[in-house]
């Protein structure tokens, strides 16, 4: 489970972490103007080339309302006078609550710390938000222990343990950026996502509020769900045929369409756990029952499921598919595994 890192001296040695990761991982391009809503500063700007990510770490200044750590993160064109910010993950220095759209939580298996956003990108339009960012960019949230003993959701943008951690995070910032350009160019404006919005945002509302919750559990793939969902639906699309779409949504991780009927759904889950698994059928039977779609459950390979699901499923007529975390403990590889049989 991630717990907010609320200590001021532990936030701040997560800060000095996060600012030497990126000075040791990005050449730094000199002082560059980076511009925002309201203003520009000059900043050390940090980037390993154009159109790679740019990072700039400091400290606001004391006057500002809330005291908090600048992390501002763009994607880099050299040739521009000003840089522009695709994301800021600030996290408040001297206070605890998220106003402030980032945060440091710790995992408390590994003591591992991560960088996390609260996923409120503006799009610059009326009704496009945080919703729709995760919708767009195929996010999910995970459950923050904050000290008063409640949860919050936020993003986990990486392990800063993980030496794959920029890598992450330029991951999560060309998805800002995407996003951003897409609401600029009108693609989200269409009918299809209005109605994948609509149900994603009825979906959250079912899940909402700061439910109080205990220590414990296992924070094993749960960052990862989103990756896996985009190798899911990637690989799927490579593979789809000319009259086939592949979409994936809030209630739906992946499926794929011919002729407005559904024909697959697919369901990943990151531990194999008895509730996780009558949720997981439960979605996959309702949502593959109207067309009598094919059902694909995708679970961890190193995994054993409880006594009587394998019956289930048989049952079911779902397809079970594994997939793994390779590599060390620091540097995690997602794969694949064939279709089990």
Not at 23 to 30: A, E, R, V
Not at 43 to 55: C, D, H, P, Q, T
């Amino acid at each position: 489970m991630l717990r907010l890192i609320q200590e001021t001296k532990a936030k701040k040695a997560a800060q000095e972490k996060l600012a030497q990761i990126v000075k040791d991982s990005l050449p730094t391009q000199g002082m560059r103007r980076i511009g925002f809503k309201g203003g520009n500063r000059d900043r050390e700007l940090f980037s390993a080339g154009e159109g790679e990510l740019w990072a700039s770490i400091s400290k606001t200044p004391e006057d500002t309302t809330i005291p908090r750590y600048w992390n501002a993160f763009g994607v880099f064109e050299p040739d521009r006078k000003m840089q522009l910010i695709a994301v800021e993950i600030n996290v408040p220095s001297e206070t605890n609550g998220w106003q402030v759209a980032g945060a440091f939580a710790e995992d408390e298996e590994t003591g591992d710390i991560h960088l996390m956003h609260d996923g409120a990108v503006g799009g610059g339009r009326p009704g496009i938000g945080q919703q729709a960012f995760l919708l767009a960019a195929n996010i999910r949230m995970v459950k923050v222990l904050c000290e008063d003993g409640r949860f919050r959701k936020a993003i986990p943008v990486g392990n800063m343990s993980d030496v794959g951690f920029v890598g992450r995070l330029a991951r999560y910032v060309r998805k800002v950026a995407d996003f951003k350009l897409a609401v600029s160019k009108g693609d989200l404006d269409t009918p299809e996502f209005r109605k994948r919005l609509e149900e994603s945002e009825s979906y959250d509302k079912e899940f909402s509020g700061t439910k109080r919750g205990r220590r414990g559990g296992t924070f094993a793939y749960e960052t990862y769900h989103g990756e896996i969902v985009d190798m899911v639906v990637a690989e799927r699309h490579a593979a789809r045929k000319l009259d086939e779409e592949v979409y994936n949504t809030q209630l739906i991780d992946c499926y794929v369409s011919r002729a407005g009927r559904i024909t697959e759904v697919y369901e990943i889950k990151t531990g194999v756990g008895r509730q996780q698994l009558y949720t997981a059928i439960g979605q996959l039977v309702t949502h593959a029952a109207a067309s009598d779609a094919a059902k694909f459950l995708v679970v961890p390979a190193d995994e054993d499921m409880p006594m009587g699901f394998d019956k289930a499923i048989k049952a079911l007529d779902i397809t079970v598919r594994g997939f793994r975390l390779s590599g060390t403990k620091r540097k995690r590889i997602i794969e694949l595994d064939p279709v089990r049989t």
